[in-house]
C-alpha cells in the first residue's frame, strides 16, 4: 500500500473510519506485506495516526481499521491509561513522525474498568502493581456513580473523555501547540465488541482559554 503523505487530521480520521466500514462489511482486506513494503518500513515510518487503546486481545487497532504494516503507532494498556509512559509516546508520535491524529479509544465490557468497579464497590482487591493501574480509571467510575446499572461501558466511555480531555488541555506544549495550529487533532472513540463497530464520540465543549 501506497502511504499519503502530509494528510490532514481530518483526512486521517476518515481514513479510520472507512476502514472500520470495510471491517464491518467483512471485506476481505490484504494490506502489502511482502519484502518491498518491509525494507520500505526498515528505512522509516509514516503512520498517519497515533492510537492509544486497550490492551484486550479482542480490541486490535490495525484489524477494526483494516491497516497495515507503518500505518498506525499504537500505544496499549489496560483501560487505555494516559501513564507516562503513554504520553512520552504520543509526543514521540507527534514531535517526531508528525502524526496529525489521535485516538484515543476503550470498549465494550472493558476488563479493566470491570475491575476498577469492584474495587470502588470495595468487592475485590488486587495485587500491588494492578492496583496502582487501577487507581487511574477510579476517577472515571466514581464520577459516572459505581452503583449505576451498565456501569462498565459508561465508564469505559468516561474514560476516554477524561484521556481526551486531558490531551486536549493539560499536556505538554508538543501536544498542545500542534492542536492550536490545527496540525493535530486528538478524539475519543468507542468500540463495541458484539457489532464490530468503533463510534467516534462527539467532543466536549473546551473550557474557556484552552487551546482549539
Known sequence: MEEVPQLTPDEALEL?????????DDTTYEPSMDRMRRLELAAAQRPFAAY???SDSRVPPELLFERGLGELFIIRNAGNTLCTTAL????????????PLIVVMGHEACGAL???VSLARGKA????????????LLPAVLETDPWADHIVDAAAV???????RELREEASPALLEPQRTGKLMVVGAYYHLSSGKVDF??????SPGHCR
Open 88 to 99: 512520552g509516546s504520543l509526543e514521540f508520535a507527534v514531535t517526531n513522525l508528525q502524526v
Open 125 to 136: 482487591s488486587f495485587s500491588g502493581n494492578i492496583s496502582k493501574v487501577l487507581q487511574s
Open 201 to 206: 464520540l462527539e467532543p466536549e465543549p473546551r
Open 158 to 164: 468516561s474514560n476516554v473523555r477524561r484521556v481526551v
Open 52 to 54: 492509544l487503546s486497550c
Open 16 to 24: 479510520l473510519k472507512e476502514g472500520n466500514r470495510r471491517f464491518l
Open 114 to 116: 470491570d475491575a476498577a
